[in-house]
Every structure is written in C-alpha cells, then in structure tokens.
C-alpha cells in the first residue's frame, strides 16, 4: 500500500506501527496456537526439553500477536498468553511428560511444574501483549500517536 494510500485512509496521517492491526482476533489466535505448538516441538527436537529458547520465542509470538489483531478484538488476545502457555504444557504434559517434568510425575504435577519452570516467559509474554496492547488503544484515541502518555 502506497503512503499515498495510508493517509487517505487514516484522515492524511501516515499509519503508525501502532494502528496496523487488522487480522481478525479468531484468525490470531489460532495460528499463534499453531506456531507456540511447531516452536515448542522445534525446542524439544533441538534440546529434548522445552527451554530458554521457547519462552524467548513465546514473548516474541505475544509481541507479533498484539501487534497483529484488530482493534476490536483485543480483549481475545490479551486473554491469550495465560491459556496459550497452559495449553502447550497441558499438551506436552499429557503426550511428552519428560520435557516439561519428571517422567514419574502425574499429568497434574507435570502441568504444574511446566507452568512453574517457564513462569518467567509467561509473566514477559503476558506484559509484553497487555503494554502493547495500551499502547494501541492510546495510538488509537489520540490519530496515532503515543508521546501525550509522559
């Protein structure tokens, strides 16, 4: 889309990265979905277990994420991160017990314990998706921009 294009849209201000989102909340979260479960079987192929390198990637998908929905939609994916984690430990908990737990530990405790080893990308994903998030819906009431916040 030309500049050109971008401000006729926007009422003559070019689009911020701010005000881009136009993918619907559904269509977000479920190739999130699919994207958490292909990197958490990239992690586990590469280092047996989910790691660093998941909740890193984890706080990525929720900044592509927050970024990605339409306005409308954010609640869906403010609400996601939480239930986005529970639902790939859930999954590996039940199908590769060993890569979020003890292999001896019940479902539960492997549910659990993986939410409890990878709080930190939990906690950082989930911050990272509400602060942009704010930011949008500020960008959103002020034509763009975010600098009237300090």
């Not at 030309?2 to 909340?25: C, F, I, K």
């Not at 999130?32 to 989910?50: E, H, M």
């Not at 979020?100 to 939410?115: F, I, N, R, T």
């Amino acid at each position: 889309m030309s500049q050109t294009t971008a401000r006729a849209r926007t009422g003559g201000a070019a689009r911020t990265l701010w005000d881009e989102g136009r993918q619907p909340g559904r269509l977000v979260v479920a190739l999130s979905t699919l994207a958490a479960a292909a990197l958490a079987w990239l992690n586990i192929g590469l280092a047996g277990r989910l790691s660093l390198f998941f909740d890193l990637s984890f706080v990525v998908l929720c900044l592509v994420a927050a970024l990605a929905v339409r306005p409308r939609d954010f609640f869906v994916v403010g609400v996601m991160p939480p239930l986005l984690m529970l639902g790939v430990v859930s999954m590996l908990a039940v199908v590769a017990r060993g890569t979020v737990a003890d292999e001896v530990d019940s479902v539960v405790q492997a549910v659990v314990s993986g939410l409890a080893h990878h709080a930190g990308g939990l906690v950082a994903g989930y911050a990272t998706t509400l602060g942009v998030l704010a930011l949008r819906q500020v960008a959103l009431r002020s034509s763009g921009r975010i600098r009237g916040l300090a």
